[in-house]
């Protein structure tokens, strides 16, 4: 019989990258959603309850019990942790929109040059992440320091007789961002402006566009996949990021993936630590709703 | 009532639309048009025919002004057009792949340029509906480009070039993505419209056919240059040298030796053992000269005894048929070795063809049916 053995193979195909979400995804977020039902204790783990298989059926029950969204309403009770969202969110908005203004002008260039000078340039947008992001980002303390290079060229221009205090402010968290996410802004813009046929310019030409309109009124509206894509690639990692606002950021950034860690780390608070973390997840689903229908969008454009 | 052939190029008064002057176009080392001198007339459906390489894009998009001429001048309207961009030229084209705004529905594709000039809402709407009556899509106004068949979609692109009434509308092979039916009834639509508006319509095609369907005049163009300017039955049926005779239809070509012979007629020398071949050249021939005796298939009979009221006829055998439906073409070899082909239209039915394959034949063709080609 043909088909039994194919569709035992092919089930097996399909079933991979859901064992993989599973074991990945869902089994992890079902341990943090458990913490973040638990109360905090002073014990290893450091939360109650904790499941005990032994005690059975009625030993699950009370375990059940005993979870509760406590957690949750304090989140809404201390004005730190919506505080910090919105801080989240509105130096994830701003820094995707500086990345798109960097990044646009980059992918242009690179789609308008020449055959040969591609592949190169290509490598080079690729080239930092041969070295560890962790690395780059201290490179740039180096630079943004009081003493760091970026001050000391200054003031040898003599644009500025003060060296500026720009690391430990928010203006060098953007600057960390930008220049840490600027390849996922560029790669899927350039993507599309590749693909941009160039008779479709020599048309709008042709029918009265000067350059300027050409690219507002043909080049911007089919590259518009692809600038929202680079978009959702910053914006979804900036708004959790933690490295950066830790590192480039001052004491006043306040950033929800710097809360997560100092109530994971410092205050050993597992369960609101948890409860942060499933909240910044149940934001971050609607962005990545919002991707994946572009992304499907795209697809059914091309067919 | 006698109609007026419409042929301004024959009138010594009238002012060409389009003048090119020594116009050449080098890409590096590639001389893509080469010192090419041509006019276009006003209301002309003029054909750009030639092998693909042969320069006939390159003269288009120069006419568009996406290209600029290295050497020489264009004028258009008397005008030179080379300071001046596409975008403010009145010159639209309509592209192979046509070019149509992905992002925009048809009716704001055809509505494109009219946007860009200083019309006002109600007349650019009166005149998108105007356009999509002319090539009748009124129903798809509202669709994507990908929304609608390939058909269709040229007639879209062929709207919106139309539409801003351009003094000059280039095509470059408008029909190459399209099948043979559908190809040979937008021919005729073509025809139609440029009749109705007017317009100059200048197509760049490597299909000799349909630049033979719909143009008044065709420009055979090979290496930059541009071979012979001619009416399409003064091309078939006249072609100036050997390059023309070959590239437009099917052509028996037959090198000799030319003779006086009287009454402006040759006699060609071509084979050892065969009468030579009498003929009419159009200029005079001098004596012993290389010549090539060119004739179209359609031209030769093919008979079974010796044709006795023809000045030329060869015996030969028939070594191949090929069968077309509507016509036959038999290739029949003569003991010089030549092949020949001759054509004949089926009149009737297959059964009762005269001759088949390895039938000795006879074939022959009067003074007048072939031409005597100098280069």
């Known amino acids: ?95 995707t929109a ?40 201290y490179a740039w303390m180096g630079i943004l320091s009081q003493e760091g290079f970026l001050n000391q060229f200054l003031m040898w221009t003599g644009l500025t007789a003060e060296p500026l205090t720009i690391l430990n402010t928010n203006t060098a968290v953007y600057i960390g961002i930008v220049y840490t996410y600027l390849p996922f802004m560029i790669l899927p813009i350039y993507a599309t402006l590749e693909k941009l046929d160039a008779s479709l310019l020599e048309a709008a030409a042709d029918l009265g566009c000067t350059r300027v309109q050409a690219f507002w009124l043909v080049t911007a509206p089919l590259s518009k996949s692809g600038v929202i894509a680079g978009c959702f690639l910053v914006f979804i990692p900036a708004i959790g990021e933690f490295v950066i606002p830790s590192l480039l950021g001052g004491s006043r950034t306040l950033m929800i993936g710097k809360v997560l860690w100092e109530e994971f780390f410092s205050n050993r608070d597992w369960p609101v630590a948890s409860a942060v973390a499933v909240i910044l997840l149940m934001i971050l689903v609607i962005p990545i709703i919002l991707f994946q229908r572009n992304e499907q969008k795209q697809r059914e454009a091309e067919q | 009532m006698a109609q007026s052939v419409f042929a301004p190029w024959a009138d010594p008064n009238e002012k060409p639309l389009i003048q090119f002057r020594n116009v050449t176009k080098r890409f590096g080392d590639f001389t893509a048009i080469d010192d090419l001198t041509l006019d276009i007339f006003r209301r002309e459906f003029f054909a750009l025919l030639g092998p693909s390489g042969c ?61 860009r000039s200083d019309m006002s809402r109600d007349e650019i709407a009166a005149r998108v509906e105007q356009m999509l009556k002319m090539v009748q899509l009124q129903k798809f106004a509202r669709r994507k480009p990908h929304q609608i068949s390939g058909g269709q979609r040229q007639r879209v692109a062929l709207a919106r070039s139309l539409a801003k009434a351009p003094k000059l509308l280039l095509l470059d092979e408008p029909l190459g993505a399209l099948d043979r039916k559908l190809r040979e009834e937008t021919q005729f639509e073509l025809m139609d419209i440029q009749e109705k508006t007017g317009t100059t319509f200048v197509i760049v095609t490597h299909d000799q056919e349909e630049a033979m369907t719909v143009a008044s005049r065709v420009a055979v163009m090979d290496h930059g240059k541009v071979i012979q300017v001619d009416t399409p039955d003064r091309i078939y049926e006249t072609p100036n040298c050997v390059y023309v005779a070959d590239f437009i239809g099917d052509v028996n070509l037959i090198e000799g030796n030319a003779y006086p012979a009287g009454d402006d007629r040759v006699s060609i020398e071509w084979a050892e053992g065969q009468p030579g071949i009498i003929a009419t050249p159009a200029g005079a021939v001098e004596a012993g000269a290389r010549i090539t005796f060119a004739i179209r298939p359609e031209k030769v009979a093919i008979c079974r005894d010796r044709p006795e009221d023809l000045p030329n006829a060869v015996r030969g055998r028939i070594l191949d048929i090929a069968y077309l439906g509507n016509i036959s073409t038999y290739h029949v070899a003569l003991p010089s070795g030549h092949v020949i082909k001759a054509q004949t239209a089926n009149d009737r039915r297959i059964a009762r063809r005269s001759f088949t394959w390895e039938d000795e034949v006879w074939l022959g063709w009067t003074a007048t049916a072939g031409v005597v080609l100098t280069q």
């Open chain 1, 1 to 95: 019989m043909t088909g039994w053995g194919d569709r035992l193979r092919g089930r097996i195909v399909v079933a991979v990258p859901y064992l993989w979400l599973m074991l990945l995804f869902m089994v992890p977020f079902g341990i943090v959603l458990k913490i973040s039902l638990s109360d905090y204790a002073v014990s290893i783990p450091p939360y109650t309850p904790t499941l005990d298989p032994s005690a059975g059926w009625s030993g699950f029950q009370d375990f059940l019990g005993e979870l509760d969204f406590e957690n949750f309403v304090w989140l809404t009770q201390d004005a730190l942790y919506w505080k910090a969202y919105l801080s989240s969110l509105k130096i994830a908005v701003i820094s």
């Open chain 2, 55 to 115: 320069g006939k894009t390159t003269l288009m998009r120069m006419l568009a002004g996406f290209e600029a001429p290295t050497e020489g001048t264009i004028t258009l309207d008397g005008k030179d057009i080379s300071p001046v961009p596409p975008h403010k030229r009145e010159v639209n084209m309509m592209f192979q792949s046509y070019a149509l705004f992905p992002h925009l529905t048809v009716y704001d594709n055809i509505a494109f340029g009219l946007k």
């Open chain 1, 98 to 137: 500086l990345t798109l203004l960097v990044g646009y002008p980059i992918a242009y260039g690179m789609a308008n040059a020449p055959d040969e000078w591609r592949p190169t340039l290509m490598m080079l947008v690729i080239l930092p992440f041969w070295t560890s992001f962790l690395i780059r980002v």
